[in-house]
């Protein structure tokens, strides 16, 4: 915290009251970076014959950096997220995926689909 910054919250007892003010302060910019983010993620879609490890690893990427910004998502649809965003090519796995209710964790499914 800049020193300007912490001297005109040295008279706030309460740490809930700083941690309020600075919400205030800067919240906006957790807001516009939390909506760039999902934007960017529900938008993904990766081309056929693309890396699937790396477009997978971008997207458990985005997941993650939406949680740090506390938006979290219901682990259907993370998933549901991931194999939406796979060309045609990948719709035997999706299938298998399904049929099977087969639960991974995110990084096993960025392993499973590497493999696949």
């Known amino acids: 915290m800049s ?3 912490q001297s005109s919250h040295e008279n706030m007892s309460d740490a809930r009251l700083v941690l309020l003010h600075l919400q205030e302060l ?3 910019h957790s807001r516009t970076a939390r909506y760039e983010i ?3 993620l529900f938008r993904a879609k990766m081309s056929e014959g693309g890396e699937v490890g790396e477009h997978v690893y971008k997207m458990i990427s985005m997941i993650e950096r939406l949680e740090a910004l506390d938006f979290s998502m219901d682990y259907n649809l993370q998933v549901d997220l991931i194999l939406q965003s796979l060309p045609d090519s990948f719709s035997q796995f999706i299938i298998n995926f399904n049929m099977n209710e087969i639960e991974y964790t995110l990084a096993g499914l960025l392993n499973k689909l590497v493999s696949t």
């Open 26 to 28: 800067y919240g906006e």
């Open 3 to 5: 020193s300007d910054l």
């Open 38 to 40: 999902s934007r960017e």
